[in-house]
């Protein structure tokens, strides 16, 4: 009989377990449907007269949200996309925010309608905004798919906000904890087992 292989072809059981957690649902696929039909109504009646939108995604959390909602929209639209880190993987703000991605198209003179998926201490969308309003757009609105203000730090509010929440870590429907569960359909909260 062969000898074992002395070096395991797994190593990642070397590194460090991942914590043990599950996801209780808080917000379900159908509810956020249905308000993201709500928001679009709103958006769509606030720039009716648009000659063209730029809706842009902050990444990469809003993917699922901007997808869901530029389809709500009966306007000319264009779809833009900015990275801004603030989190990285942990689960504490940094409150420094850096641009990671910059838009790829211009805004100023133009409506432009940014996607964020949770507003938290604020920071990111502080920051965010005061870099898209230094470039003189005709227009600058935030819809934002959480919200929650019990941890707001700097004084920002978003134009249209799809639901406030308690101060739980969520997951789903485009948002992430270390980067997994983006995939999920509906918005559950983290709970840790051990
Ligand atoms: P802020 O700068 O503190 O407002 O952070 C906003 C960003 O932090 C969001 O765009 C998310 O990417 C991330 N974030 C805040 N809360 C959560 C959460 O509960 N789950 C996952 N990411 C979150
Ligand atoms: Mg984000």
Request: proline letters at 6%.
């Amino acid at each position: 009989m062969p000898q074992a292989d002395p070096m395991p072809q797994d190593r990642t059981a070397a590194a460090a377990p991942a914590p043990r957690y599950v996801i209780d649902e808080m917000i379900s696929a159908k509810a956020i449907a249905a308000r993201v039909e709500t928001l679009a109504r709103e958006i769509t009646g606030h720039f009716r007269d648009t000659e063209k939108l730029v809706v842009v995604g902050l990444l990469r959390g809003s993917f699922v949200f901007i997808a869901d909602l530029v389809r709500e929209l009966p306007l000319p639209v264009e779809v833009d996309f900015l990275e801004a880190s603030s989190y990285g993987d942990a689960m504490t703000s940094s409150r420094e925010v850096r641009i990671l991605k910059d838009l790829r198209g211009e805004i100023a003179g133009r409506d432009v309608l940014v996607v964020e998926d949770i507003v938290d201490t604020g920071f990111t969308l502080q920051h965010v905004m005061a870099l898209l309003r230094s470039r003189g757009p005709r227009r600058l609105e935030i819809c934002a798919l959480l919200d929650k203000p019990s941890r707001r730090e700097v004084d920002i509010r978003a134009t249209w906000t799809g639901f406030e929440i308690p101060d739980e870590f969520v997951v789903g429907y485009g948002i992430d904890y270390a980067q997994r569960d983006r995939n999920l359909p509906h918005i559950g909260k983290v709970r840790f087992l051990d």
